[in-house]
């Protein structure tokens, strides 16, 4: 059973910008892809961006391209997701999510863990 642990969340004023880390407790094939999810209050969880063992990457909606980045570093089973140019209505809870395979999926019956969540909150 492979946990995820998600750090890094705050409160940050708008334009600044955050790191968010998971830390995978095993590496096996069940994190081959390593994605984030987010959800704010009111809506459904959606996909941010997703990673490949081999570092390819995909982002999900257009509002986040160009101000987010996805990564990992395989030798500590961490993926990360550099947010830059924080805006208000990236206000969520930030999750990591992991899953087998070979492909990034976007919609969350996809993947087979998931982590507690990280709170992100933009607010002057």
């Known amino acids: 059973q492979v946990q995820l642990v998600e750090s890094g969340g705050g409160l940050v004023q708008p334009g600044g910008s955050l790191r968010l880390s998971c830390a995978a407790s095993e590496r096996s094939s069940s994190t081959n892809i390593m994605a984030w999810f987010r959800q704010a209050p009111g809506k459904e969880r959606e996909f941010v961006a997703g990673v490949k063992w081999s570092g390819a990457s995909a982002s999900g909606e257009d509002s986040v391209k160009g101000r987010f980045t996805i990564s990992r570093d395989n030798a500590k089973n961490t993926v990360y997701l550099q947010m830059n140019s924080l805006i208000h209505e990236d206000t969520a809870v930030y999750y990591c999510?992991?899953?087998?395979?070979?492909?990034?999926?976007?919609?969350?019956?996809?993947?087979?863990?998931w982590g507690q969540g990280t709170q992100v909150t933009v607010s002057s």
């Open positions: 999510a992991a899953r087998s395979g070979q492909a990034i999926v976007t919609v969350v019956r996809g993947y087979d863990y």
